[in-house]
């Protein structure tokens, strides 16, 4: 069984960094592409950034050169760090496993995913 337990959310001012993880168990987590994806009241999740074996990275245009997105095989554990975060990244963030598709950043493509983390930033 598939398991994935985000963590590391919080509030932080503007400005101010996180890093959230994802722990995976049950899933074959070394060759996995996986993503972080989030969620604002009243908004539709929408992708964050995605990583496919350890290595290719993408994201959305919105978070580029702020997040990054990492894995560390040893501990089946994926990153999101975040660094000069803005109001507007407020949102539950979710990690989502199991990509089957094309586009990456939409939700119907991704069979498992977390419970979520919150993140709020203040201004």
């Known amino acids: 069984q598939v398991k994935l337990v985000e963590s590391g959310g919080g509030s932080v001012q503007a400005g101010g960094s996180l890093r959230l993880s994802c722990a995976a168990s049950g899933y074959t987590y070394s060759s996995a592409c996986m993503a972080w994806f989030r969620q604002a009241p009243g908004k539709e999740r929408e992708g964050v950034a995605k990583?496919?074996?350890?290595?290719?990275?993408s994201y959305a245009d919105s978070v580029k050169d702020r997040f990054t997105i990492s894995q560390d095989n040893a501990k089946n554990t994926l990153y999101l760090q975040m660094n000069s975060l803005k109001p507007e990244d407020t949102a539950m963030y979710y990690c989502?496993?199991?990509?089957?598709?094309?586009?990456?950043?939409?939700?119907?493509?991704?069979?498992?995913w977390g419970q979520g983390t919150q993140v709020t930033v203040s201004s």
């Open positions: 989502a496993a199991d990509f089957k598709g094309t586009e990456w950043w939409l939700t119907l493509h991704w069979n498992y």
């Open positions: 990583i496919n074996s350890g290595v290719l990275a």
